[in-house]
């Protein structure tokens, strides 16, 4: 008896655990690489993130811009619990300035060294794929516009009778599903090539091709294995011979694990500062995301796009081609943000900027070049830091530079609101997700619950989700028919209908829009559906728990027949089962709160299958708390019980529903 009170305990604690860990306020913001979404910590009040006017630019010179960095750069790192970073900045052909910022490995008080010192660009390391097949376009080798199938040696299907283009791939717009399957990897034995990858782990297709943009590392990683086909070659070795080795970059690699040659120089990589580093990461998606490189190194390769593909006496592109790449290969509406060929092409102070930015788990970056003014910066975090702070730290940085550096011109005053508004901030408000998503697999749960809101506010404003990399509300201000702007800022939204569908295009954001919820899937629903099941589910068990003392011996059970008491077993243990389930979920999906996505892979398939099979016994449960609530009407319980099992019948069926509705029950694997 005194055993099984305790598991009743241990029950109850659980699932109120799970009240805590489902809540919408708990759910994770996946970062890194398959993350759609970042929160931060505010920012040091030194950086601003808000695009505002300077009085008069500062010179972008080495003095002035090595004053700013070091008032600058110390007391961000600190304030965020951040260990390191690396910063440079070119000009007209020249390292103008590259500095380290604390230490690449804390426990030893090393260093960080822009020339010597190794860092994770993350997603940045797609503009090496992307100049590689600009380089075979170049050469007649590849096509841009033809199907991505005649470059293989598998098919990627049609969707709706087109086909996926290279063009595609670039622009995000393949139409495919995201995916967090070994994406990532600590244990070398767990490792895959690109080629294992992109045949093992195929990506449903949600779109049409070239209609929706996603941002889809599958679609980077297959370029690199059409690279590697096509040339002949392992696509790192490629890379090296005809990117790294012509502009001199000689601590740059897309190798996994590093060659021992370099290990010495990889900085650690840290969540925080005050914690232990983190394992190396394998980044499955290689072409999308491997690569391991110095300031210095990248420096050169920001000159060699910044000259017409020239660094020295090298050459890595034709001027003809490198014009061609940093201009738009897809349309967008006027002052909204587009691709460019790979880099991400915007206006920013009034300036063309392309780029890239680039995220594993520990390590952060950004690479901007402004064309028309040959200058580029770039800049690596090798820590998330307290409450994700780099995340608004990298946003900032930028945004401060370009302030001090090329301010924007004066602003325009706001055109008077269509006469609209109002009828405008009704249509557009509603629950949306968005298009970067997973939504065949059980990872999909996540999506359902956490989900972005856009309000109409009494004057005809909007509120919207902030920008990335900034927490809670903007409010957007209708400046034409279903277009607003941010109130004290540029970014812009505009509500347009793509197959049907309500979507919202952010100005700041290229690679994926946001798509009005299905009513059934709407966030608020399921969260009330959810946490009012658990609710009962938990009360439920501790009533039984606490049922010994409330009924004083046996005087409660007076005059209850044994059909009843039986019936209430019955129930309870159907709680049991449902509250169990979920346990096993939220340990199973508890790895995403705590940023360890190395822990999805193909070795977690049996425990996956378990809790996918353990949904049967939920649906189970559900059957029999209907049958004990319809058979408590039948005999002689209270009113009291009878409600009461209707409750806890209702629980039950709605945990089905959130099951169902985040694809718990799907016995799809490949997530």
Same mark, same amino acid.
Request: some cysteine; overall charge negative; aromatic content about 10%.
């Given at each position: 008896?005194?055993?099984?009170?305790?598991?009743?305990? +241990?029950?109850?604690?659980?699932?109120?655990?799970?009240?805590?860990?489902?809540?919408?306020?708990?759910?994770p913001?996946?970062t890194?690489?398959?993350?759609?979404?970042?929160?931060?910590?505010?920012?040091?009040?030194?950086?601003?993130?808000?695009?505002?006017? &300077?009085?008069?630019?500062h010179?972008?010179?080495?003095?002035?811009?090595?004053?700013?960095l070091?008032?600058?750069?110390?007391?961000a790192?600190?304030?965020?619990?951040i260990? $390191?970073?690396?910063?440079?900045?070119v000009?007209?052909g =020249?390292?103008?300035l590259?500095?380290?910022?604390?230490?690449?490995?804390?426990a030893r008080?090393?260093?960080?060294?822009?020339?010597?010192?190794?860092?994770?660009?993350?997603s940045?390391?797609?503009?090496?794929?992307?100049?590689?097949?600009?380089?075979?376009v170049?050469?007649?080798?590849?096509?841009?516009d033809?199907?991505?199938?005649?470059?293989?040696?598998?098919?990627?299907?049609?969707?709706? $009778?087109?086909?996926?283009?290279? #063009?595609d791939?670039?622009?995000?717009?393949? $139409?495919?599903?995201?995916?967090?399957?070994?994406?990532?990897? /600590?244990?070398?034995?767990?490792?895959?090539? /690109?080629?294992?990858?992109?045949?093992?782990?195929?990506?449903?297709?949600?779109?049409?091709?070239g209609?929706?943009?996603?941002?889809?590392?599958?679609?980077?990683?297959?370029?690199?294995?059409?690279?590697?086909?096509?040339?002949?070659?392992?696509?790192? !070795?490629?890379? %090296?011979?005809?990117?790294?080795q012509?502009l001199?970059?000689?601590?740059?690699?897309?190798?996994?694990?590093?060659? %021992?040659?370099? #290990?010495?120089?990889?900085?650690?990589?840290y969540?925080?500062?005050?914690?232990?580093?983190?394992?190396?990461?394998?980044?499955?998606?290689?072409?999308?995301?491997?690569?391991?490189?110095?300031?210095?190194?990248?420096?050169?390769?920001?000159?060699?796009?910044?000259?017409?593909?020239r660094?020295?006496d090298?050459?890595?592109?034709? &001027?003809?081609?490198?014009?061609?790449?940093?201009?738009?290969?897809e !349309?967008?509406?006027?002052?909204?943000?587009?691709?460019?060929?790979?880099f991400?092409?915007?206006?920013?102070?009034g300036?063309?900027?392309?780029?890239?930015?680039?995220?594993?788990?520990?390590?952060?970056?950004?690479?901007?070049?402004?064309p028309?003014?040959g200058?580029?910066?770039f800049?690596?975090?090798?820590?998330?830091?307290?409450?994700?702070?780099? @995340?608004?730290?990298?946003?900032?940085?930028?945004?401060?530079?370009?302030?001090? @550096?090329?301010?924007?011109?004066?602003?325009t005053p706001?055109?008077?609101?269509?006469?609209?508004? =109002?009828?405008?901030?009704?249509?557009i408000a509603?629950?949306y997700?968005?298009?970067?998503?997973?939504e065949?697999?059980?990872?999909?749960?996540?999506?359902?619950?956490?989900?972005?809101?856009?309000?109409?506010?009494?004057?005809?404003?909007?509120?919207?989700?902030?920008?990335p990399?900034?927490? $809670?509300?903007?409010?957007?201000?209708?400046?034409?028919?279903?277009?607003?702007?941010?109130?004290?800022?540029?970014?812009?939204?505009?509500? =347009?209908?793509?197959?049907?569908?309500?979507?919202?295009?952010?100005? %700041?954001?290229?690679?994926?829009?946001?798509?009005?919820?299905?009513?059934?899937?709407?966030?608020?629903?399921?969260?009330?559906?959810?946490?009012?099941?658990?609710?009962?589910?938990?009360?439920?068990?501790?009533?039984?728990?606490?049922?010994?003392?409330?009924?004083?011996?046996? #005087?409660?059970?007076?005059?209850?027949?044994?059909?009843?008491?039986?019936? #209430?077993?019955?129930?309870?243990?159907?709680?049991?089962?449902?509250?169990?389930?979920? *346990?096993?979920?939220?340990?199973?999906?508890?790895?995403?709160?705590?940023?360890?996505?190395?822990?999805?892979?193909?070795?977690?398939?049996?425990?996956?299958?378990?809790?996918?099979?353990?949904?049967?016994?939920? *649906?189970?449960? &559900?059957?029999?708390?209907?049958?004990?609530?319809?058979?408590?009407?039948?005999?002689?319980?209270?009113?009291?019980?009878? +409600?009461?099992?209707? &409750?806890?019948a209702a629980?039950?069926?709605?945990i089905?529903?959130?099951?169902?509705?985040?694809?718990?029950?799907?016995?799809?694997?490949?997530?």
């Open positions: 008896m005194a055993q099984s009170g305790m598991s009743l305990r +241990i029950c109850v604690a659980a699932a109120a655990a799970i009240v805590f860990a489902f809540s919408a306020e708990a759910l913001r996946m890194g690489p398959a993350a759609p979404t970042k929160v931060l910590a505010p920012t040091p009040s030194s950086i601003s993130p808000l695009p505002f006017a &300077a009085q008069s630019p010179a972008l010179e080495k003095a002035d811009l090595a004053a700013w070091d008032g600058l750069l110390p007391y790192l600190k304030n965020g619990d260990a $390191g970073a690396v910063v440079v900045v000009k007209d =020249q390292v103008l590259e500095k380290g910022y604390g230490y690449a490995n804390v008080k090393i260093p960080m060294d822009p020339a010597e010192t190794m860092v994770r660009p993350g940045t390391s797609k503009l090496f794929t992307w100049t590689a097949v600009m380089q075979l170049e050469q007649g080798k590849l096509d841009l033809r199907d991505v199938n005649d470059y293989l040696d598998f098919r990627i299907p049609d969707k709706d $009778g087109k086909a996926v283009t290279l #063009r791939l670039m622009n995000h717009r393949a $139409g495919f599903e995201e995916g967090l399957k070994d994406l990532l990897a /600590t244990d070398p034995q767990r490792h895959l090539s /690109t080629e294992q990858y992109v045949k093992q782990h195929p990506r449903p297709e949600l779109f049409t091709p209609d929706v943009p996603a941002y889809s590392n599958y679609g980077v990683a297959l370029a690199g294995y059409i690279v590697q086909r096509v040339s002949g070659q392992p696509f790192d !070795s490629y890379v %090296e011979q005809h990117i790294f012509p001199g970059m000689q601590h740059t690699t897309f190798e996994q694990p590093l060659p %021992e040659r370099f #290990r010495s120089a990889l900085s650690q990589g969540i925080t500062a005050s914690t232990a580093p983190r394992p190396y990461e394998f980044v499955e998606t290689a072409p999308a995301g491997s690569a391991s490189t110095t300031a210095d190194d990248m420096a050169r390769f920001m000159i060699a796009h910044l000259q017409d593909g660094f020295g090298a050459r890595i592109l034709g &001027a003809d081609t490198v014009k061609t790449m940093h201009s738009p290969s !349309s967008a509406l006027p002052g909204f943000g587009t691709m460019a060929h790979g991400f092409y915007e206006t920013h102070n300036r063309i900027a392309i780029g890239h930015g680039g995220d594993t788990v520990v390590f952060h970056t950004e690479l901007e070049l402004l028309q003014e200058v580029g910066i800049y690596n975090f090798n820590s998330r830091g307290k409450d994700d702070a780099v @995340y608004g730290l990298r946003e900032a940085l930028f945004n401060s530079f370009m302030n001090r @550096y090329f301010p924007a011109p004066a602003a706001f055109p008077p609101a269509p006469a609209t508004a =109002q009828q405008d901030a009704q249509e509603g629950a997700q968005s298009s970067r998503r997973i065949h697999s059980f990872l999909s749960f996540f999506y359902l619950l956490q989900q972005s809101a856009i309000t109409a506010n009494a004057d005809g404003t909007i509120a919207a989700p902030a920008a990399g900034l927490e $809670g509300n903007a409010t957007f201000q209708e400046v034409a028919p279903l277009l607003w702007r941010e109130v004290g800022g540029t970014r812009e939204l505009a509500l =347009q209908y793509v197959d049907g569908v309500k979507t919202v295009i952010d100005s %700041e954001d290229p690679t994926s829009v946001l798509q009005a919820v299905p009513s059934l899937k709407s966030g608020s629903l399921n969260v009330a559906v959810l946490l009012g099941s658990v609710a009962i589910l938990v009360w439920t068990l501790i009533l039984w728990a606490l049922s010994p003392l409330l009924r004083r011996g046996d #005087r409660a059970q007076i005059g209850v027949s044994p059909e009843v008491r039986r019936l #209430r077993l019955i129930a309870r243990i159907a709680v049991a089962v449902d509250v169990l389930y979920l *346990v096993g979920w939220a340990m199973l999906m508890r790895p995403l709160l705590t940023n360890d996505f190395q822990v999805f892979s193909s070795h977690l398939d049996p425990i996956v299958r378990m809790m996918q099979l353990a949904g049967l016994l939920a *649906v189970a449960a &559900a059957i029999v708390g209907v049958w004990v609530a319809w058979r408590m009407f039948r005999t002689d319980s209270t009113w009291l019980s009878r +409600i009461w099992n209707g &409750a806890v629980s039950l069926i709605g089905v529903w959130i099951a169902f509705m985040g694809n718990l029950l799907s016995f799809n694997l490949n997530y």
